[in-house]
């Protein structure tokens, strides 16, 4: 098995590999990228920048074809204990089982996460409950974001119990949240790369096109 790599032992890094996207009809995890599935991808970033990795599914065949494919990564695989909730429950269920104080959470469809950007939200959320970035005045990013484990995870259980699906009915909950602005995530992330996600076929193309000039990927 791969070594997580990294020196700072108190961040846990939680991917949400959910089902298969709306839009596209399949489960975005598997999409290919130049020969790696795009999970991979995700999970080889993360390794760099945390100390345990826990990637969060929907049922138990996806655990299975999930281990298979990161079978030469140590990590967790845990199934979604609340069914048929969305982000809220993944996030909730990648916390129970996490062992460290701060938990970065990520979407299974980003695949070029900057690893600078990375430590900057685990920093930025030191002495609070969250860090998370704002695009604009109506909306923020919640699956490329640092949250404190035990106050992220009774707001997730309030808003489960209340059967609030919206991750941000969590977020209200929170008593200090860092909220970063776009202007200052640039600085690391000038091209904002860290946030393209695959969305539609044409994300797909210009996605393998980008990442097979990018030399931060390759093996």
Known sequence: ???IMGTIMDRTGIVLAGGKSLRLGIDKSFIKINGRMLIELVVQRLTECVSDLIVVVDE???KEDVEKVLK???ISIVVDSVKDFGPVAGIYEGLKHAKTEYCGVFATDLPFLNKDLINFFFQSCKGFDAAITVWNEKYREPLH???RRDPMMRACKVSIDKNSKKIFSCVKLL???NYIPIELIKKI???LKSFFNINTKEDINLIRQQH???PDFKN
Do not use: F, G, Q, T
């Open 60 to 62: 138990m065949k996806k």
């Open 175 to 177: 008593k200090n949240v």
């Open 189 to 191: 992330d000038p091209e």
């Open 72 to 74: 030469s990564y140590n």
């Open 212 to 214: 097979r000039l990018s």
């Open 145 to 147: 974001a640092v949250y």
């Open 1 to 3: 098995m791969r070594k």
